[in-house]
């Protein structure tokens, strides 16, 4: 068992590195044996849960619910996510040299790739979640599934850091944080995401969203090698935003699928 005041402390971390929740955190302390990226997914589990808050709010309509919905998760992570996929997409599509590419990612200005790309992201996120609360009967399956999705799509960065080895070009904050995690904290770390898939599609369902992670960071895996012998920070964040387009898309598909089969 991890011990408790570890799993407190590295969840602190998390939150204030990965949320704009007001927290403080005295750094100077010694750093516990769990790494804060562990608790990654519980973080979003957390974001999934303040931002279902619209889904109460039956006037507003799908439209409106979906968007506050979106909205309010960005706000709460400050867009941390999003960031690293503008980055990304500046840094990789754009640069010739594994240096430029780091480099790139560096500046603060947005690119064309990063602008395209992002609007595409979020435009998918909206449209597909419209459409889950759409053909969806019930919105306890939708707040499940929604947390699920936040959840889960956090699993993946850290199955990279697994994969990969670090790269940077000067100083980074990330690097502090990113820690590659032994099998125990790994299975604490997937814990909600799977429960959550249990509850929500079963047990067929959960192996078939696993697969797709595993999926997921084999060819996310393979394009970094190729681009930049590794990952980064921006690249993470690049990846969780991936996999919330794609777990969002095969939501649908199994809501669909199911409500079928119920009728």
Sequence with gaps: MLPWADIKESARRSLVTYTRIPLSVDWGQPTPSLPPIACLPWVGLLVGILSAWPLVIDFLGYELQALFMLLTAVLITGAFHEDGLIDAADGLVGGWTVEKRLEIMKDSRIGSYGSITIWFALSLKFLLLFRILNESNSVCWV??????????????????????????????????????????????????????????????????????????????????????????????????????VILLLMSLFFIISLQGVML
């Design 143 to 244: 707040i499940v599934i929604w947390l699920f999705i936040h959840s889960a799509a956090r699993v993946l960065p850290l199955y990279i850091t697994r994969k990969l080895p670090y790269v940077t070009s000067g100083v980074s904050k990330a690097a502090n944080m990113i820690q590659t995690l032994s099998f125990k904290q790994l299975c604490f770390a997937i814990t909600p995401a799977f429960l959550l898939a249990l509850f929500s599609f079963g047990l067929l369902g959960a192996m078939v969203f696993g697969g797709l992670i595993f999926a997921l960071n084999s060819l996310i895996g393979i394009y970094l090698k190729q681009k930049m012998d590794g990952f980064n920070g921006d690249t993470l964040g690049a990846s969780e935003q991936i996999a919330e």
